[in-house]
Every structure is written in structure tokens, then in C-alpha cells.
């Protein structure tokens, strides 16, 4: 894969990593619960490790990293904003909100993991294993806490 390429891969990964952050962002300053604000503060610093280590490779690669959100990302967070709201702040909702933020940004390096697994070089190949490795943690933490609570609700029915 040509530096450009990789380069341009890199950096749609900067980007989704920076939705999440503003995401967790988001869900943080909404949630009233201590565990929830902690869960979300630790899901927030994945991505900001992530960004750190995908900043620093596309500088290495000699261009430019990407800043900002994709206007995909804003409208999700709105979208979690405008749930949160109307659910009451109900811990599953929220959850459920997240996993599906999850389950984006797992399909993102998948789809790149796969698709361009023959041509991103070790490098690269290694950092995004580790990312996904890390992302799909955060990932089960998520569904695990959102399945407990569900559980919870169907025995107070």
C-alpha cells in the first residue's frame, strides 16, 4: 500500500476515534451514576491512546493528521443526547447507545483489518490489531454491563 493510502486509512481512523471521544464525552456529562461516569471515561481513553498512536504514524509517514469529527459523529451524538433525554437517563438505553457506537468503530477496523490486510504493512498492521484487541474489550464491557441491567429488569418484572 502506498504511503498515501495507508495515510488516508490512518487518518478515517483518527477521525472515528475522535467521534468516540466526543461521544464518551457526551455520555459522560450525562450520566448521573459514579460507574457509568467511570466506564465512559475509560472508553473515552482508549480512543485517546488510539488517536496518539495514529497521529504519530501518519506524521512518521510524513503528512498531516486529520482533526476534527465526521458530521456522521455529530449526529450521533446529538442522536445520544436527544435518547439520553427522552429515556430518562435509563442506564440500558444509554448502554444500548454505546454498544451501537461500539459495534461502528469495531466494523471500521475490521472492514480495514480485512480488506487491506494484504497491503498495510507490519507496522501498521500491528498498531490496528492492537487498537481492535483494546476496542473490542471496551466493546464487552459495554454489552456485559448492558446485559446485567437487563437482566435486572426482566426479575423486577
Known amino acids: 500500500m502506498e504511503n498515501e493510502n495507508i495515510i488516508e486509512v490512518l487518518n478515517s481512523l483518527i477521525i472515528i476515534n475522535n467521534d468516540r471521544i466526543e461521544g464518551y464525552k457526551t455520555a459522560e456529562a450525562e450520566a448521573k451514576e459514579t460507574d457509568l461516569k467511570m466506564l465512559f471515561g475509560d472508553l473515552m481513553e482508549t480512543s485517546v491512546q488510539n488517536r496518539k498512536e495514529l497521529v504519530a504514524e501518519v506524521t512518521r509517514l510524513g503528512a498531516t493528521p486529520d482533526e476534527g469529527t465526521r458530521v456522521t459523529g455529530k449526529f450521533f451524538r446529538v442522536w445520544m443526547d436527544v435518547k439520553a433525554a427522552f429515556t430518562g437517563s435509563d442506564r440500558k438505553a444509554i448502554l444500548d447507545s454505546c454498544e451501537y457506537g461500539e459495534d461502528v468503530i469495531l ?45 435486572e429488569k426482566r426479575l423486577q418484572e
Open 107 to 151: 466494523d471500521t477496523y475490521k472492514k480495514i483489518l480485512i480488506q487491506d490486510h494484504q497491503e498495510v504493512r507490519p507496522r501498521e498492521q500491528d498498531m490496528l490489531n492492537k487498537h481492535y484487541a483494546l476496542l473490542k474489550a471496551d466493546h464487552d464491557k459495554v454489552k456485559q454491563l448492558r446485559d446485567i441491567i437487563a437482566n
